[in-house]
Protein backbone atom coordinates (compact mmCIF):
# COMPACT_ATOMS: atom_id res chain seq x y z
CA UNK A 1 0.00 0.00 0.00
CA UNK A 2 1.68 3.40 -0.95
CA UNK A 3 0.44 6.78 -1.95
CA UNK A 4 3.45 8.14 -3.77
CA UNK A 5 2.44 7.32 -7.21
CA UNK A 6 6.21 7.49 -8.20
CA UNK A 7 7.38 4.72 -5.58
CA UNK A 8 4.42 3.15 -6.15
CA UNK A 9 5.22 2.61 -10.17
CA UNK A 10 9.26 1.84 -9.30
CA UNK A 11 8.15 -1.05 -6.76
CA UNK A 12 4.85 -2.71 -8.32
CA UNK A 13 4.24 -5.30 -10.62
CA UNK A 14 0.91 -5.15 -10.68
CA UNK A 15 -1.52 -2.97 -8.53
CA UNK A 16 -4.92 -3.13 -7.25
CA UNK A 17 -7.22 0.39 -7.75
CA UNK A 18 -9.96 1.43 -5.03
CA UNK A 19 -12.49 3.97 -5.56
CA UNK A 20 -15.54 5.11 -3.44
CA UNK A 21 -16.59 7.37 -1.43
CA UNK A 22 -14.18 8.51 1.51
CA UNK A 23 -15.86 7.07 5.13
CA UNK A 24 -18.65 4.80 2.91
CA UNK A 25 -17.82 2.21 1.38
CA UNK A 26 -14.61 0.88 -1.03
CA UNK A 27 -14.67 -0.80 -4.45
CA UNK A 28 -11.34 -2.71 -5.57
CA UNK A 29 -11.01 -3.01 -9.46
CA UNK A 30 -9.21 -5.61 -11.30
CA UNK A 31 -5.64 -5.73 -11.16
CA UNK A 32 -3.64 -4.23 -13.81
CA UNK A 33 0.05 -3.93 -15.20
CA UNK A 34 1.45 -0.58 -12.46
CA UNK A 35 1.86 1.69 -15.56
CA UNK A 36 -2.05 1.06 -16.84
CA UNK A 37 -3.27 1.03 -13.43
CA UNK A 38 -1.85 4.75 -12.52
CA UNK A 39 -2.34 6.25 -16.10
CA UNK A 40 -6.32 4.80 -15.31
CA UNK A 41 -6.14 6.13 -12.00
CA UNK A 42 -4.90 9.38 -13.37
CA UNK A 43 -7.93 9.50 -16.07
CA UNK A 44 -10.61 8.45 -13.49
CA UNK A 45 -12.35 6.33 -15.91
CA UNK A 46 -12.31 2.53 -15.26
CA UNK A 47 -13.08 1.39 -18.97
CA UNK A 48 -13.74 -2.29 -18.77
CA UNK A 49 -16.17 -1.30 -15.15
CA UNK A 50 -17.29 1.31 -16.99
CA UNK A 51 -16.89 3.66 -14.11
CA UNK A 52 -16.09 7.31 -13.29
CA UNK A 53 -14.53 8.29 -10.54
CA UNK A 54 -12.64 11.19 -11.08
CA UNK A 55 -14.24 14.84 -12.56
CA UNK A 56 -10.91 15.74 -13.93
CA UNK A 57 -8.17 13.83 -15.69
CA UNK A 58 -4.73 14.34 -13.98
CA UNK A 59 -1.99 14.90 -16.29
CA UNK A 60 1.80 16.45 -15.93
CA UNK A 61 3.85 19.09 -18.09
CA UNK A 62 7.06 17.55 -20.05
CA UNK A 63 8.68 20.88 -19.89
CA UNK A 64 9.74 22.98 -16.87
CA UNK A 65 7.92 25.89 -16.21
CA UNK A 66 9.04 29.22 -17.88
CA UNK A 67 11.99 30.69 -15.76
CA UNK A 68 12.61 33.77 -17.87
CA UNK A 69 9.54 35.43 -16.08
CA UNK A 70 9.88 38.70 -14.01
CA UNK A 71 8.61 40.06 -11.17
CA UNK A 72 9.02 42.01 -7.58
CA UNK A 73 11.19 40.29 -4.82
CA UNK A 74 8.85 39.97 -2.01
CA UNK A 75 11.52 38.10 0.62
CA UNK A 76 15.52 38.27 0.09
CA UNK A 77 17.85 36.53 2.55
CA UNK A 78 21.50 36.89 3.14
CA UNK A 79 23.51 33.77 3.89
CA UNK A 80 21.90 32.21 6.90
CA UNK A 81 23.47 29.87 9.12
CA UNK A 82 21.76 28.46 12.30
CA UNK A 83 23.77 26.18 14.52
CA UNK A 84 22.20 23.75 17.52
CA UNK A 85 24.49 21.56 19.47
CA UNK A 86 25.97 18.97 16.33
CA UNK A 87 24.15 20.91 13.74
CA UNK A 88 24.36 23.65 11.42
CA UNK A 89 22.28 24.84 8.64
CA UNK A 90 23.55 26.72 5.87
CA UNK A 91 21.69 29.02 3.39
CA UNK A 92 23.10 30.72 0.55
CA UNK A 93 21.63 34.31 -0.36
CA UNK A 94 18.12 34.11 -2.41
CA UNK A 95 14.90 35.75 -2.96
CA UNK A 96 11.59 34.52 -3.37
CA UNK A 97 9.30 36.36 -5.87
CA UNK A 98 6.06 37.90 -5.38
CA UNK A 99 3.55 35.28 -7.55
CA UNK A 100 6.24 32.35 -7.21
CA UNK A 101 5.61 28.82 -5.88
CA UNK A 102 8.99 27.25 -4.45
CA UNK A 103 9.57 23.68 -4.04
CA UNK A 104 11.71 22.52 -1.23
CA UNK A 105 13.49 18.89 -1.60
CA UNK A 106 16.31 16.96 0.11
CA UNK A 107 17.22 14.60 2.52
CA UNK A 108 15.14 14.41 6.31
CA UNK A 109 17.41 16.24 8.68
CA UNK A 110 19.06 18.53 6.25
CA UNK A 111 17.39 22.08 7.75
CA UNK A 112 14.88 22.55 5.56
CA UNK A 113 12.22 22.85 8.45
CA UNK A 114 14.71 24.76 9.98
CA UNK A 115 14.56 27.40 7.29
CA UNK A 116 11.18 27.31 7.07
CA UNK A 117 10.92 28.32 11.12
CA UNK A 118 13.32 31.27 10.07
CA UNK A 119 11.10 32.87 7.43
CA UNK A 120 8.12 32.30 9.71
CA UNK A 121 9.84 34.10 12.72
CA UNK A 122 9.87 30.75 14.67
CA UNK A 123 13.45 30.71 15.01
CA UNK A 124 16.48 33.68 14.50
CA UNK A 125 19.23 32.73 12.90
CA UNK A 126 22.63 32.57 14.08
CA UNK A 127 23.82 34.98 11.38
CA UNK A 128 22.26 36.96 8.27
CA UNK A 129 19.11 38.20 8.27
CA UNK A 130 15.59 38.12 6.23
CA UNK A 131 15.05 41.13 4.50
CA UNK A 132 11.68 42.56 3.88
CA UNK A 133 8.13 43.15 5.31
CA UNK A 134 5.35 40.56 4.62
CA UNK A 135 2.99 38.55 6.40
CA UNK A 136 3.20 34.55 6.81
CA UNK A 137 0.51 31.93 6.88
CA UNK A 138 2.86 29.09 8.21
CA UNK A 139 1.53 25.39 8.23
CA UNK A 140 3.87 23.16 9.96
CA UNK A 141 5.08 19.46 10.00
CA UNK A 142 3.73 18.43 13.12
CA UNK A 143 0.23 18.59 13.44
CA UNK A 144 -1.62 18.60 16.96
CA UNK A 145 -5.20 18.47 17.48
CA UNK A 146 -5.43 20.51 20.53
CA UNK A 147 -8.34 23.22 19.71
CA UNK A 148 -11.10 22.40 21.87
CA UNK A 149 -14.47 22.95 19.14
CA UNK A 150 -15.80 21.93 15.64
CA UNK A 151 -13.55 22.50 12.30
CA UNK A 152 -16.00 24.92 11.60
CA UNK A 153 -15.66 27.00 14.67
CA UNK A 154 -11.67 26.77 13.96
CA UNK A 155 -12.38 28.12 10.90
CA UNK A 156 -14.20 31.06 11.69
CA UNK A 157 -11.62 31.97 14.93
CA UNK A 158 -8.60 31.60 12.11
CA UNK A 159 -10.01 33.60 8.91
CA UNK A 160 -13.67 34.91 10.22
CA UNK A 161 -16.28 35.67 7.85
CA UNK A 162 -14.25 33.57 5.12
CA UNK A 163 -14.99 30.48 6.51
CA UNK A 164 -18.68 30.79 5.70
CA UNK A 165 -18.26 32.24 2.02
CA UNK A 166 -19.30 30.43 -0.95
CA UNK A 167 -15.65 31.61 -2.30
CA UNK A 168 -13.35 30.10 0.57
CA UNK A 169 -16.42 27.06 -0.05
CA UNK A 170 -15.53 26.59 -3.96
CA UNK A 171 -11.84 27.50 -4.14
CA UNK A 172 -10.88 25.41 -0.56
CA UNK A 173 -13.39 23.49 1.61
CA UNK A 174 -14.59 21.37 -1.10
CA UNK A 175 -11.77 20.47 -3.11
CA UNK A 176 -10.16 19.60 0.10
CA UNK A 177 -13.18 17.85 0.85
CA UNK A 178 -13.46 19.77 4.10
CA UNK A 179 -16.95 21.07 3.87
CA UNK A 180 -17.99 17.88 4.85
CA UNK A 181 -16.20 18.04 8.47
CA UNK A 182 -17.39 21.49 9.36
CA UNK A 183 -19.49 19.71 12.46
CA UNK A 184 -16.52 17.34 13.45
CA UNK A 185 -14.99 17.72 17.02
CA UNK A 186 -11.07 18.45 15.73
CA UNK A 187 -10.12 16.13 18.25
CA UNK A 188 -11.62 12.94 16.38
CA UNK A 189 -9.99 13.91 13.36
CA UNK A 190 -7.52 11.11 11.55
CA UNK A 191 -4.10 12.42 10.77
CA UNK A 192 -5.47 13.08 6.82
CA UNK A 193 -8.38 15.02 7.72
CA UNK A 194 -6.22 17.35 10.11
CA UNK A 195 -3.75 17.58 7.25
CA UNK A 196 -6.46 18.58 4.61
CA UNK A 197 -8.07 20.92 7.86
CA UNK A 198 -4.33 22.65 8.01
CA UNK A 199 -4.06 23.34 4.91
CA UNK A 200 -6.99 24.69 4.24
CA UNK A 201 -6.51 26.88 7.99
CA UNK A 202 -2.84 28.00 6.36
CA UNK A 203 -4.52 29.09 2.81
CA UNK A 204 -7.87 31.17 4.72
CA UNK A 205 -5.59 33.39 6.23
CA UNK A 206 -4.37 36.58 4.75
CA UNK A 207 -0.75 36.98 3.32
CA UNK A 208 1.72 37.61 1.77
CA UNK A 209 3.70 34.03 1.52
CA UNK A 210 2.54 30.78 2.58
CA UNK A 211 4.75 28.50 4.07
CA UNK A 212 3.52 24.78 4.14
CA UNK A 213 5.80 21.82 5.13
CA UNK A 214 5.44 18.89 3.89
CA UNK A 215 1.29 19.10 3.55
CA UNK A 216 1.28 15.79 1.23
CA UNK A 217 1.57 13.92 4.64
CA UNK A 218 -1.25 11.96 6.12
CA UNK A 219 -2.50 12.42 2.33
CA UNK A 220 -3.39 9.37 0.13
CA UNK A 221 -2.44 9.72 -4.07
CA UNK A 222 -6.14 11.27 -4.55
CA UNK A 223 -6.07 14.40 -2.02
CA UNK A 224 -2.27 15.03 -2.79
CA UNK A 225 -3.56 15.86 -6.32
CA UNK A 226 -6.05 17.70 -5.15
CA UNK A 227 -4.36 19.26 -2.66
CA UNK A 228 -1.43 20.35 -4.83
CA UNK A 229 -4.00 22.05 -7.64
CA UNK A 230 -5.55 23.74 -4.66
CA UNK A 231 -2.55 25.35 -3.29
CA UNK A 232 -1.54 26.11 -6.97
CA UNK A 233 -4.82 27.82 -7.96
CA UNK A 234 -4.65 30.16 -4.74
CA UNK A 235 -1.25 31.19 -5.44
CA UNK A 236 -1.67 32.10 -8.84
CA UNK A 237 -5.42 33.45 -8.37
CA UNK A 238 -4.29 35.90 -5.31
CA UNK A 239 -0.68 36.33 -6.41
CA UNK A 240 0.62 35.15 -3.80
CA UNK A 241 4.10 33.64 -3.21
CA UNK A 242 4.00 29.83 -1.84
CA UNK A 243 6.92 27.68 0.15
CA UNK A 244 6.32 24.07 -0.14
CA UNK A 245 8.32 21.45 1.60
CA UNK A 246 7.42 17.99 0.70
CA UNK A 247 9.59 14.91 -0.68
CA UNK A 248 6.69 13.72 -3.41
CA UNK A 249 8.06 14.35 -6.90
CA UNK A 250 4.69 14.21 -8.55
CA UNK A 251 3.34 16.81 -5.80
CA UNK A 252 6.20 18.88 -6.27
CA UNK A 253 5.84 18.54 -10.17
CA UNK A 254 2.68 20.25 -10.04
CA UNK A 255 2.97 22.97 -7.78
CA UNK A 256 6.23 24.57 -7.96
CA UNK A 257 7.55 27.55 -9.69
CA UNK A 258 11.45 26.92 -8.87
CA UNK A 259 13.15 24.94 -6.34
CA UNK A 260 14.97 24.94 -3.35
CA UNK A 261 17.75 22.25 -3.04
CA UNK A 262 19.30 21.17 0.20
CA UNK A 263 22.04 18.74 0.90
CA UNK A 264 24.42 17.84 3.18
CA UNK A 265 25.30 15.32 6.31
CA UNK A 266 21.66 14.51 7.66
CA UNK A 267 21.66 15.63 11.31
CA UNK A 268 24.83 16.85 11.44
CA UNK A 269 25.11 19.59 8.57
CA UNK A 270 22.71 20.81 6.20
CA UNK A 271 23.29 23.24 3.07
CA UNK A 272 20.09 25.07 1.34
CA UNK A 273 20.80 26.61 -2.40
CA UNK A 274 18.15 28.37 -4.72
CA UNK A 275 15.25 28.69 -6.07
CA UNK A 276 16.22 27.71 -8.97
CA UNK A 277 14.49 27.74 -11.99
CA UNK A 278 12.65 24.28 -12.09
CA UNK A 279 14.84 22.33 -14.67
CA UNK A 280 18.22 23.04 -12.99
CA UNK A 281 16.75 22.25 -9.33
CA UNK A 282 15.46 19.00 -10.77
CA UNK A 283 18.81 18.16 -12.22
CA UNK A 284 20.91 19.27 -8.44
CA UNK A 285 18.57 16.84 -6.62
CA UNK A 286 18.32 14.15 -8.44
CA UNK A 287 22.16 14.15 -9.38
CA UNK A 288 22.50 13.77 -5.74
CA UNK A 289 20.15 11.03 -5.36
CA UNK A 290 21.47 9.24 -9.01
CA UNK A 291 17.83 8.55 -9.96
CA UNK A 292 16.72 9.58 -13.29
CA UNK A 293 13.13 10.17 -14.56
CA UNK A 294 11.56 9.49 -18.41
CA UNK A 295 8.45 10.46 -18.84
CA UNK A 296 5.00 8.84 -19.90
CA UNK A 297 3.84 8.75 -23.16
CA UNK A 298 0.09 9.02 -22.30
CA UNK A 299 -0.09 11.05 -19.37
CA UNK A 300 3.50 12.81 -19.29
CA UNK A 301 3.66 11.78 -15.29
CA UNK A 302 7.78 11.37 -14.59
CA UNK A 303 8.64 7.57 -14.08
CA UNK A 304 11.55 6.59 -12.53
CA UNK A 305 14.38 4.25 -14.50
CA UNK A 306 16.05 1.50 -13.66
CA UNK A 307 19.69 2.30 -12.31
CA UNK A 308 21.80 1.34 -15.22
CA UNK A 309 19.06 0.61 -17.79
CA UNK A 310 19.69 2.60 -21.47
CA UNK A 311 17.79 5.40 -20.62
CA UNK A 312 19.19 5.89 -17.02
CA UNK A 313 22.60 6.38 -18.46
CA UNK A 314 21.45 8.52 -22.11
CA UNK A 315 19.68 10.92 -19.51
CA UNK A 316 23.20 11.50 -16.89
CA UNK A 317 25.19 11.68 -19.85
CA UNK A 318 22.93 14.67 -21.08
CA UNK A 319 22.48 15.82 -17.89
CA UNK A 320 18.98 15.92 -18.20
CA UNK A 321 17.25 14.16 -14.87
CA UNK A 322 13.92 15.08 -15.04
CA UNK A 323 12.61 16.98 -18.07
CA UNK A 324 14.69 15.01 -20.71
CA UNK A 325 12.50 14.46 -23.86
CA UNK A 326 13.36 12.90 -27.28
CA UNK A 327 15.10 16.21 -28.98
CA UNK A 328 16.92 16.65 -25.73
CA UNK A 329 18.50 13.23 -25.85
CA UNK A 330 19.28 13.62 -29.59
CA UNK A 331 20.46 17.17 -29.23
CA UNK A 332 23.69 15.90 -26.80
Given at each position: VEHDLAV???????????????????????????????????????????????????????????????????VAFDELTKRYEG????????????????????PNATGKTTFVKMLAGEEAPTSGAVQGKWQVSYKPQYLEAVYEGTVGDLLRSAVGKKADSGHFET???????????????????????LQRVAIALCLGRDADIYLLDEPSAYLDSNQRME????????????????????????????????L???????????????????????????????????????????RINKLDSRLDREQKSAGEYYYATEETLEAS
Open positions: LDFLADTVFLMYGEEGAYGIIAQPRPVRTAINVYLGGYLKEENIRFREREIRFDVRPPRADWKAETLFELVVHPGHLRKGEVVGVVGEILQPLKVKGMMERDVSTLSGGEAARTIRRVMEREARTGLIVDHDVYFLDMVSDSMVFSGEPGRRGVGEGPFPMREGMNRFLKMVGITFRRDADTNRP
